[in-house]
């Protein structure tokens, strides 16, 4: 069994701050990719950022300067800090991992979501 949990989302001022968490925990191998993504209110979920195990970090043009992506491995953990948000940052985030299992199986999994929302 592999979890994927996220937290840190909230209520915040355009100009703020928030970080996100997502904690990858059980039977796991090995993270081949982590990412956060977004949706809001009516739209398509979209890419916020992914940094794969290894690989360039990429971010969303409307997020570069802005949002900082980072990885703990020893902990199976993926951070976003978010700063000078706006209010269309307001979307539900969730994380997203591709896990090898202990048990060889390549599993893509996805959070439960955390909501931001940036008031004007």
């Known amino acids: 069994q592999v979890r994927v949990v996220e937290s840190g989302g909230g209520l915040v001022q355009a100009g703020g701050s928030l970080r996100l968490s997502c904690a990858a925990s059980?039977?796991?191998?090995?993270?081949?990719?982590m990412g956060w993504y977004r949706q809001a209110t009516g739209e398509q979920r979209e890419l916020v950022a992914v940094?794969?195990?290894?690989?360039?970090?990429n971010y969303a043009d409307s997020v570069k300067g802005r949002f900082t992506i980072s990885r703990d491995y020893a902990k199976n953990t993926l951070y976003l800090q978010m700063n000078s948000l706006k209010p269309e940052d307001t979307a539900v985030y969730y994380c997203?991992?591709?896990?090898?299992?202990?048990?060889?199986?390549?599993?893509?999994?996805w959070g439960q979501g955390t909501l931001v929302t940036v008031s004007s």
């Open positions: 059980g039977s796991i191998r090995s993270i081949n990719v």
């Open positions: 997203n991992t591709g896990v090898r299992t202990s048990a060889g199986r390549y599993l893509e999994l």
């Open positions: 940094k794969p195990s290894g690989g360039s970090t």
